[in-house]
């Protein structure tokens, strides 16, 4: 318990951060086909994509991004 009193006065300006950083890291984040797609159209090369370089790593920075919100959403209904 005394961790999460000293963590408490600070945590709802780290859910803001969080959403923030996490908010901006889906919206960086490629779409993974195109309109066609939508419609009928062909679009094989999206199925068979494979993340590499800074895509890897944005994609993994919005699961850990998002695990951490989750962790700190719990503590602010716990607390």
């Given at each position: 318990m005394e961790i999460i009193d000293a963590v408490l006065p600070a945590l709802p300006y780290v859910q803001v951060a969080l959403a923030i950083l996490l908010t901006a890291s889906i919206l960086l984040q490629q779409r993974g086909s195109s309109l066609g797609g939508a419609f009928g159209g062909d679009n094989?090369?999206?199925?068979?994509?494979?993340?590499?370089?800074?895509?890897?790593f944005l994609f993994k920075f919005t699961i850990g991004v998002s695990v951490l919100f989750v962790v700190a959403t719990f503590l602010n209904i716990l607390a």
């Open positions: 094989f090369s999206s199925a068979f994509h494979k993340r590499r370089g800074a895509e890897l």
